[in-house]
């Protein structure tokens, strides 16, 4: 009569058996989890990425166009200031023969000589021609309270002086809103620096294998595309 198979034996092999489906089933479940989170965390670098490369299109691209502006602003202050600088020039030529004209009428009147008086009063400017005879009319000879000459008049006015003054004026205000735009312009590059850290974190976290350690690094250049983003909507839009 052959030998039956033991009892004991058979449970413990069939125990055996079933832990070891037991495990496989557990390696294979872990398995799947990790392949699931694998793609989870590679969809959510991928999208990571996709945003941070449209972000840092724009920011640079923006620090681009603020930079050119800013370029721009300060050239057309510095043609400005130019043309002011012609302008006062011009404005303290024409005071000079004016102050001559009045040193030939002066001298006239020293030597009491009304037909030298009358050539040096034909000299005059238009504007200074009138501002002359308004002076005369506050008796300057003998009002201690008169002002000094005709330039000092009220209705002494230099066009090119205050040609100069306006142009003075727009130059500055041409470059403060250069100043201004370089300012824009290293904002934007600030924020492309920003941009390329999430760009380094999410490239360096393709070279782990513990999910973990990409979830934390994924979650960190999250947050600093948030930070991106929001400094991004804080600036003005593109110059016009």
């Known amino acids: 009569m052959p030998e039956g198979l033991d009892p004991i034996e058979a449970g413990r092999r069939l125990h055996e058996h079933s832990a070891e489906m037991d495990e496989d089933a557990e390696r294979e479940a872990g398995r799947r989890a990790a392949d699931r ?54 404005a303290i030529s024409l005071r000079n023969f004016d102050a001559s004209t009045f040193n030939d009428w002066f001298i006239a009147y020293t030597l009491h000589s009304p037909q030298r008086e009358a050539v040096a009063v034909r000299r005059f400017r238009p504007v200074f021609r009138t501002a002359f005879h308004a002076w005369m009319r506050t008796d300057p000879l003998h009002n201690p309270k ?51 850290a999430v760009l380094f974190t999410v490239g360096i976290g393709s070279t782990f294998r513990m999910t973990g350690v990409r979830y934390a690094l994924v979650t960190f250049g999250t947050v600093l595309l948030i930070v991106s983003i929001i400094l991004i909507l804080r600036q003005p839009g593109l110059p016009h």
Request: proline share 4%; with cysteine; glycine share 4%.
């Open 146 to 196: 008169a002002p000094p000459g005709p330039t000092y008049m009220p209705q002494y006015k230099l066009a090119a002086q205050a040609r100069a003054g306006a142009l003075d004026r727009r130059a500055d205000a041409k470059f403060a809103a250069g100043s201004e735009a370089a300012l824009i312009s290293d904002d934007y590059i600030r924020i492309t620096v920003f941009l390329a």
């Open 37 to 90: 989170h694998s793609r989870i965390v590679q969809i959510c670098e991928a999208a990571l990425l996709a945003l941070v490369t449209v972000a840092a299109a724009w920011a640079g691209y923006s620090a681009a166009r603020w930079n050119t502006t800013s370029r721009i602003e300060v050239v057309q202050s510095a043609t400005l200031r130019n043309l002011a600088t012609r302008q006062e020039l011009r």
